[in-house]
């Protein structure tokens, strides 16, 4: 059998395993928030910059110009920069409004 100090010195190891890997786990099904997940990818790729939003953006701004002369065109110009690019509603409002 086990004596004393044996046992002393495996309950924190049985423990220490199970407590881990629920630590671990713990997390994996919880993400960002999707307005986190659009700042986060804001600051990542554009720094925090409108400017360098309009300067690098891939979206077609001919297309944009063209949604915003239609009737409530500047909602779906919004839509149309955030379809293409994940950021945040008032930041798409902003490189809507600094196109045209």
């Known amino acids: 059998m086990c004596d004393a100090n044996t046992v ?7 423990s220490f395993v199970p407590l881990s890997l629920f630590f671990i786990f713990y997390n994996q099904g919880r ?10 990818y804001f ?7 409108i400017e360098r939003m309009l300067e690098e953006s891939p979206i077609d701004r001919n297309k944009v110009v063209a949604f915003k002369s239609r009737k409530n065109g500047r909602i779906w ?7 293409w690019e994940p950021v945040p509603l008032e930041v798409a409002a902003q490189f809507v409004d600094a196109i045209w």
């Open 8 to 14: 002393l010195a495996m309950v924190p190891l049985l």
């Open 31 to 40: 993400s960002l928030k999707k307005a986190d997940r659009e700042r986060l």
């Open 43 to 49: 600051r990542m790729v554009y720094n925090l910059s």
């Open 77 to 83: 110009a919004i839509r149309y920069v955030r379809k």
